[in-house]
């Protein structure tokens, strides 16, 4: 789990869970969620979300990636993260792949 996330999230208190998130998973208020990716760990949307409301933001500097859900109540939960990212021909293929 990327450290910061789950730091910043443990500082958040129960009140930045949503609801619907499974024990152990990271969620926050999704503006919260952006920000912390853009500047904690430099990612940027790869393509546009799927039609589950899933995003993968990477960082082709550090090769960090992170796969988001975002959630009806305005929270987003991470999903999947990882590192190594290699960006492909068609990321919102990808993203459709992995959905499946």
Known sequence: MKPLIASFAL???TAGFAPAAT???VCMDADEMKAALIDWYGERPVAEPSENNEL???SKE???WTMIKT???GNAC???QGDDWLAGPDATQMLA???N
């Open 78 to 80: 991470v999903i999947a």
């Open 97 to 99: 792949q992995l959905g």
């Open 56 to 58: 993968i933001w990477a």
């Open 71 to 73: 959630l009806a109540d």
């Open 23 to 25: 024990a152990g998973q």
């Open 11 to 13: 500082l958040l208190g």
């Open 62 to 64: 550090t090769g960090s």
